[in-house]
């Protein structure tokens, strides 16, 4: 009696956790989806145009796929993307992972141990004003919107992970090895 109550708090737990999951990545469908596509244009070149705000976005994640006998494996089904959605343009950010080891493991350090380090970097001109930034990671099933000002001329947009935490030493506290569970959004 013990076991099958114990069993089916377990599967209504699970349950719970995964729609919650899917309620997420329902929204970052929803988001990734261009509604316009007038909002903003990408730049190539250093040339900055006194009328437009010119946003250099920058993020830096690491991550890990699994590690099985002697390798780390990199996200590739699906790819580790951040999709970037300005007022309903969207653009999807590609990087190529490079592997970093940071050793030893510290708990104050999120990002020690051994993983995929991926720079994502973007410049991109739109009007200055308010505009409704949103920034997904389908990888983490995570998606963040923040409303930013934007000035004439240069705007960093720097976005920091918060990793979730990890109870198992050597990982104790937050740590890479257990995925993004947030983003914090900085324009300076």
């Known amino acids: 009696m013990k076991l099958s109550v114990c069993l089916a708090g377990a599967a209504l737990m699970l349950c719970?956790?995964?729609?919650?999951?899917?309620?997420?990545?329902?929204?970052?469908?929803?988001?990734?989806?261009?509604?316009?596509?007038?909002?903003?244009?990408?730049?190539?070149?250093?040339d900055v145009q006194t009328e437009k705000a010119i946003i250099d976005f920058s993020f830096a994640v690491k991550s890990n796929s699994y590690y099985?006998?002697?390798?780390?494996?990199?996200?590739?089904?699906?790819?580790?993307?951040?999709?970037?959605?300005?007022?309903?343009?969207?653009?999807?950010?590609?990087?190529e992972p490079n592997l970093e080891d940071r050793s030893p493991v510290d708990s104050k350090v999120p990002e020690s141990g051994i993983g995929w380090k991926y720079q994502f970097s973007k410049r991109i001109a739109l009007a200055p004003g308010k505009r409704r930034l949103t920034i997904a990671l389908p990888v983490d099933d995570v998606i963040?919107?923040?409303?930013?000002?934007?000035?004439?001329?240069?705007?960093?947009?720097?976005?920091?992970?918060?990793?979730?935490?990890?109870?198992?030493?050597?990982?104790?506290?937050?740590?890479?090895?257990?995925?993004?569970?947030?983003?914090?959004?900085?324009?300076d």
């Open 68 to 95: 099985l006998m002697g390798t780390y494996g990199k996200h590739t089904e699906p790819p580790y993307r951040v999709h970037l959605n300005i007022d309903g343009q969207v653009t999807v950010l590609d990087a």
């Open 144 to 187: 963040v919107e923040k409303e930013v000002e934007l000035g004439s001329g240069e705007n960093f947009v720097t976005v920091t992970p918060i990793y979730s935490r990890r109870n198992l030493r050597p990982y104790k506290g937050q740590n890479f090895t257990g995925g993004v569970n947030t983003l914090e959004i900085k324009v």
């Open 16 to 46: 719970v956790g995964a729609s919650g999951c899917a309620n997420n990545r329902d929204l970052i469908a929803k988001t990734s989806i261009a509604n316009r596509s007038d909002v903003f244009n990408e730049v190539v070149n250093s």
